[in-house]
């Protein structure tokens, strides 16, 4: 079980309220999900961000909603 | 490979007069394959090198963040050997199917979808009102939509004006494996349109699509008729084959119906005449 730092704010990520430090970029949530950029398409605050090369650079802001998602199995 | 002698086209294929094409692009199969509902992705993979399909589809979900090691489909398929298709499956207004669709887009692979609005969660017929809508909205941003629709001739007019690079009537029900129920529906959408016609869904056995290609359309897409089968891969076999049967008889012409027998040996030189 990991405690969040007390310099934390909320973000809601898949629906899922979570707190991240401050100062966090987009690549360091993602970094601490394990997730490849490559392989995902991310919606902000109902924006999709069309350029992966943002990702290090964006820091992330309080109450901000994300959506993450990738393909699966379909018909 | 342990299917090779499934998927090694026959010695007396004959070459179809016309190349299957949509929106520009022409595809090695007419057969697209899904991938969902398969018992294992390996099981999948050898399911979709049986079918020979170049078309398979996929669905966009969210990343499953307390997953163990699940993984999203890209992991198995490979994107260089398939074209993907990308689905707005579960979507119940053109809102919703729009959101996936940019979605999809930004994934990178190409600006194709396959549209799917739904208007009823227990038959999975489409809302037309909302699959029109999307469909014009998406053209409009330079999508290539194939429009999974019902098999109404009017509203496969419909979905053609509004700019749809193929439509998509279903045989039966989505995963109903009930075969096609109205062919003279489905013939009369290929007669009628100039844009690809692809049966989707409701292809239970390998005589379903046979029959459904012999009504003269470009293409069929299936999922649960292969994954649901008890051996999905022999079944991605038989349907491959079952596509190109039902083409190759459509392209023959079949002999007309009589309603009485006319022998097929000769009636003279018969002993004792």
Known sequence: MTVAPLDAFPITVNGNERRIPTGWTLSDLLASLD?????????????????R???????????????????VGGG | MAHADLISPSAHTLS???????????????????TGKYPSNSVMIDAIEASGAEVVTVAVRRVDLDRSKEEGI????????????????????????????????????????????????QTLLPDTDGLLQATKTLVDEGFKVL????????????????????????????????????PYAIRTIKQRLSV??????????????CI?????VDGI?????????????????????????????YLAGRMPRREVAVPSSPTAGMLGS
């Open chain 1, 53 to 71: 090369s943002t990702f290090a650079s964006l820091a992330l802001e309080s109450d901000d909603a994300l959506e993450i998602v990738h393909f």
């Open chain 2, 16 to 34: 179809d007069p016309l190349p299957f094409t949509i929106a520009g692009r022409e595809f090695r199969s007419r057969l697209m394959v899904g």
């Open chain 2, 147 to 182: 429009a999974y629709t019902n098999d109404d001739l009017i509203t496969a007019l419909k979905l053609e004006d509004a700019g749809a690079v193929a439509v998509m009537p279903l045989a039966s029900p989505i995963g109903s494996g009930l075969g096609m129920l109205n």
């Open chain 1, 35 to 51: 997730l490849d950029a490559r392989a995902i398409v991310i919606e902000r605050n109902g924006t999709i961000l069309r350029d």
């Open chain 2, 212 to 216: 459904v290609m012999e009504q003269g």
């Open chain 2, 196 to 209: 690809p016609v692809i049966v989707d869904a409701g292809v239970g056995t390998a005589s379903d699509a």
């Open chain 2, 74 to 121: 890209l992991h198995h398929l490979d994107s260089d050997h398939y074209f993907l298709l990308a689905n707005t499956a579960g979507c119940y207004n053109a809102g919703d199917a729009i959101r996936y669709a940019r979605l999809a887009r930004a994934a990178g692979f190409n600006e194709w979808v396959k549209l799917e609005v739904i208007g009823d969660q």
């Open chain 2, 221 to 249: 897409l299936m999922n649960t008729g292969i994954a649901a089968a008890q051996d999905p891969v022999r079944m991605a076999a038989a349907m491959r084959a079952a596509v190109e049967s039902g083409r190759n008889a």
